[in-house]
């Protein structure tokens, strides 16, 4: 083999390996980028999914009210039995 040909062999590596890195770095950044992205997301929601829970704990309470307001208006259950 002459040297011209060992030359250009070892170049085509080089250049392989260097596309190689370059497409594994960019990989890498495109990932890292999503996965902040996606944190970014899940952090929002989270807080959303929070509010909705203290907004339905709120519902659930005046629900209890409202029931209680009612059972009042209603009055006392009626017996099959008059009390003696």
């Known amino acids: ?3 011209e040909i060992i030359t250009t ?3 085509a590596a080089a250049l392989l390996l260097t596309m190689i890195g370059m497409f594994i770095g960019g990989f890498a950044w495109v990932i890292r980028r999503v996965d902040v992205r996606i944190g970014r997301g899940e952090d929002r929601l ?3 999914i929070d509010g909705l829970g203290e907004r339905i704990g ?3 309470r005046e629900l ?5 307001g009612i059972a ?3 009055g006392p259950p009626r017996r099959l039995m008059p009390a003696r």
């Open 1 to 3: 083999m002459s040297l």
């Open 9 to 11: 062999v070892i170049s």
């Open 46 to 48: 989270g807080e959303r």
């Open 58 to 60: 709120g519902v659930e």
């Open 64 to 68: 209890v009210e409202v029931k209680i």
């Open 72 to 74: 009042r208006i209603e």
